[in-house]
């Protein structure tokens, strides 16, 4: 199939998922699952437009789109990260003291916070109404090209790019680096997602085996963010300096989550069984 044939198929699937997910959330705004299911539902979007500027080259309208989908994320990611954190402290459930319990009191009112927004903007007007064009065709030459034969280099780039940063990511002490690599590995996947029906080794499996890495490292990013907030809230706010037992219970759960992560990808494979064989041209 042409890549500009390939690509307006999968766009206008994505495209019919964010509408659905969009009319979800404004009607409950205070659902956990259907804010999650709206900001993946906006990232396939963002990652079908991303591999069809790569193939195809840019479209003006889509690029509007894409502003648009990326200011509707912002207010929809603050309220997931309350979300998340939320779900995390109640997951962990360390030994109530009271720093550990002012500290969850902080993560509800940003929920409540952010959902207002959230609830605003879901109401207006010009997010009701917002639709992602799908273009027909493509003015580069791209367009009349195999989308089977485009596919491998897009993703071998977006490889390269995740592993760079592998080495840096190792290193316990640098949750800076691993969070680099949680960006780039992100843009890989939800690319990946895109052009999974162009290789035929490609199976279910194979998105599975993406999806739990890519968990595996927001699990530790989580981690990572709860621990630097509780942290300063602790020490600027309580005016602390000994750690609290949420503190205690995350750097544990933290440890647990890491070593995971290095049995994966510090071998010296690297992340050849994360990537797998299945996209090789």
């Known amino acids: 199939m042409e890549a500009a044939a390939f690509l307006g ?11 659905e997910c969009l009319g979800r959330a404004a009607a409950n705004p205070a659902s956990d699952e259907a804010i999650h299911d709206l900001r993946v539902a906006i990232r396939r979007v963002l990652a079908w437009i991303a591999v069809r500027d790569a193939l195809l080259g840019p479209d003006r309208r889509l690029r509007e789109a894409r502003l648009s989908l990326k200011a509707l994320m912002s207010p929809l ?3 997931r990260d309350a979300h998340v954190k939320r779900y995390r402290i109640r997951n962990v459930d360390p030994e109530g003291d009271e720093p550990s319990y002012l500290y969850s009191v902080q993560v509800a009112s940003d929920i409540l916070r952010w959902e207002a927004r959230v ?3 879901l109401g207006a007007q010009s997010t009701r109404r917002f639709r992602v064009p799908v273009p027909k065709g493509a003015d580069g030459p791209g367009g009349r090209i195999e989308a089977a034969i485009l596919a491998p280099d897009l993703l071998g780039r977006l ?4 592993s760079k940063h592998r080495k840096a990511a190792l290193d316990p002490a640098d949750p800076e680096a691993l969070h680099r690599m949680r960006l780039a590995f992100k843009k890989y996947r939800y690319a990946a997602e895109v052009l999974l029906p162009l290789f035929p080794k490609a199976t279910e499996e194979t998105a599975k085996r993406l999806h739990a890495f890519q968990t595996l490292l927001g699990t530790i990013h989580d981690c990572d963010v709860i621990l630097a907030e509780a942290a300063s809230f602790r020490r600027k706010i309580l005016g602390r300096e000994e750690e609290c037992a949420l503190e205690i219970a995350f750097r544990a759960f933290r440890e647990k989550r890491y070593g995971e992560f290095r049995r994966t990808a510090g071998k010296d494979a690297g992340l050849s069984p994360v990537f797998g064989e299945e996209f090789r041209p």
């Not at 994505?14 to 509408?19: I, L």
């Open 9 to 19: 198929e999968s766009g206008r699937t994505r495209s019919a998922r964010f509408r």
């Open 77 to 79: 990611g603050k309220l």
């Open 119 to 121: 609830r605003k903007r």
């Open 159 to 162: 490889e390269r790019e995740v």
